[in-house]
């Protein structure tokens, strides 16, 4: 069995910032790309950023140079350092992991989700 367990998330006023963290826990092989999503009320999850195992990067376009995605392998961790929040940056923020079987299968796994809230 493996766990995402997710910290980081609250209140925070426009213009200041947070950090996420994701640790992954259990039965682990290897871990191949991590990343982090978010849904809005009334609006799709979406991405927010990804990385792999090797360390490249990829971001949504509303939060290029404010977020910065990076992991730690050695402890199953990926970050999420979020500056400049704004308040359409409101929403759950849930972390996903891409997981690599030693028979040779895949799985992607989820957390359960943690709530940020920026206010004007």
Known sequence: ????????????????SLRLSCAASGSIFRINDMGWYRQAPGKQRELVATITSGGNTDYADSVKVRFTISRDNAKNT???QMNSLKP?????YYC??????????????WGQGTQVTVSS
């Open 1 to 16: 069995q493996v766990q995402l367990v997710e910290s980081g998330g609250g209140l925070v006023q426009a213009g200041g």
């Open 78 to 80: 990926v970050y999420l």
């Open 88 to 92: 359409e940056d409101t929403a759950v």
């Open 96 to 109: 996903n992991a891409v997981l690599s079987f030693s028979y040779g299968g895949f799985k992607g796994y």
